[in-house]
């Protein structure tokens, strides 16, 4: 209990720390990085989640929003590729570094697409967080594929079934041979299943399972943090999804603690590979202990 109660005061310690940081961060120093990934389709690099923008006469479609602080300079960096008004933005999912300039756009008039659940989280947050303002608002939502298509290009909208929260949406580009997966599958780092908001490891599982089939040998894929890879890659997340899961399932069989667990520090021959802080690595295997079922008591059937 005292060791349970020790790691709960490290972890709110740990949020708090984030957050001030983050209060604190001085985002004029940020530098927007734009850079072409297919033909008229482009990533955008600031603070937070990978943006993407498909450009073109139709007008501008926006993967996501970054934080609220850095919209003006997000604007100026399309305008460098593009004199085309933004129209659309779609979220990935909920997380403020992927929504954080929703209001902004929308007051600027950019038409915001999400999944419905996706909507559900800025209305009714989890915790203490404030509702998002109306400007912040998805103005169209879906719970099923949606596709758009504009500058010569389709652009599918396909949800991904709570993995990293219960709003995910894949972007993908068929033509351009380009997915954006938000923040279920990432190339640095250990994958993030956040509960509180709805993930759930099958549902991780089953979306990355869902990506690997449908990507070929050249597609690439943009993640929601980490270098744009390819199909071998997200494979070797997911397998190492699975490496960890049953790792952890043989420590939970035997009766192990969630803190005995983490403290056997399952991810050291991974660690350098993902090049992950110790916090991630151990938020990351508390997540799968609580994800996997309790050991059946000896004796029941």
């Given at each position: 209990?005292?060791?349970?109660?020790?790691?709960?005061?490290?972890?709110v310690?740990?949020?708090?720390?984030?957050?001030g940081?983050?209060?604190?961060?001085?985002?004029s120093?940020?530098?927007?990085?734009?850079?072409?990934?297919?033909?008229?389709l482009?990533?955008?690099e600031?603070?937070?989640?990978?943006?993407?923008?498909?450009?073109?006469?139709?007008?501008?479609?926006?993967?996501?929003?970054?934080?609220?602080?850095?919209?003006?300079?997000?604007?100026?960096?399309?305008?460098?590729?593009?004199?085309?008004?933004?129209?659309?933005?779609?979220?990935?999912?909920?997380?403020?570094?992927?929504?954080?300039?929703?209001?902004?756009?929308?007051?600027?008039?950019?038409?915001?697409?999400?999944?419905?659940?996706?909507?559900?989280?800025?209305?009714?947050?989890?915790?203490?967080?404030?509702p998002?303002?109306?400007?912040?608002?998805?103005?169209?939502?879906?719970?099923?594929?949606?596709?758009l298509?504009?500058?010569?290009?389709?652009?599918?909208?396909?949800?991904?079934?709570?993995?990293?929260?219960?709003?995910?949406?894949?972007?993908?580009?068929?033509?351009?041979?380009?997915?954006?997966?938000?923040?279920?599958?990432r190339?640095?780092?250990?994958?993030?299943?956040?509960r509180?908001n709805?993930?759930?490891?099958?549902?991780?599982?089953?979306?990355?399972?869902?990506?690997?089939?449908?990507?070929?040998?050249?597609?690439?894929?943009?993640?929601?943090?980490?270098?744009?890879?390819?199909?071998?890659?997200?494979?070797?997340?997911?397998?190492?999804?699975?490496?960890?899961?049953?790792?952890?399932?043989?420590?939970?069989?035997?009766?192990?603690?969630?803190?005995?667990?983490?403290?056997?520090?399952?991810?050291?021959?991974?660690?350098?590979k993902?090049?992950?802080?110790q916090?991630?690595?151990?938020?990351?295997?508390?997540?799968?202990?609580?994800?996997?079922?309790?050991?059946?008591?000896?004796?029941?059937?």
């Open positions: 209990m005292i060791m349970r109660l020790a790691a709960i005061l490290v972890l310690s740990a949020l708090a720390v984030s957050a940081a983050q209060a604190q961060q001085d985002f120093k940020v530098e927007i990085k734009v850079t072409q990934v297919s033909g008229n482009y990533t955008l600031g603070q937070g989640g990978t943006m993407g923008a498909l450009i073109g006469p139709d007008g501008v479609f926006l993967v996501d929003s970054q934080f609220a602080p850095l919209t003006e300079k997000l604007v100026a960096a399309v305008k460098r590729v593009s004199p085309s008004p933004i129209k659309y933005l779609v979220n990935t999912h909920v997380h403020a570094d992927h929504t954080g300039g929703n209001e902004n756009f929308g007051k600027l008039g950019v038409l915001l697409f999400s999944r419905d659940q996706l909507r559900g989280r800025l209305v009714r947050p989890a915790g203490t967080a404030q998002a303002p109306a400007a912040a608002l998805p103005v169209v939502t879906y719970d099923g594929p949606v596709t298509h504009m500058n010569g290009q389709d652009i599918d909208l396909i949800p991904i079934r709570a993995a990293h929260t219960d709003g995910d949406t894949l972007v993908r580009f068929p033509g351009l041979d380009v997915i954006f997966t938000g923040d279920y599958f190339s640095t780092g250990y994958p993030n299943i956040d509180g709805g993930g759930t490891l099958n549902g991780m599982l089953n979306g990355l399972v869902m990506t690997i089939g449908m990507m070929g040998p050249s597609t690439k894929a943009v993640p929601g943090h980490g270098a744009i890879v390819d199909r071998t890659a997200v494979i070797t997340h997911r397998d190492l999804i699975l490496v960890m899961r049953d790792r952890v399932a043989e420590l939970k069989r035997q009766g192990k603690t969630e803190q005995e667990v983490i403290a056997a520090k399952l991810t050291a021959d991974y660690d350098a993902v090049q992950a802080n916090m991630t690595a151990d938020r990351f295997i508390g997540q799968l202990y609580a994800e996997l079922p309790a050991p059946r008591p000896q004796g029941s059937n």
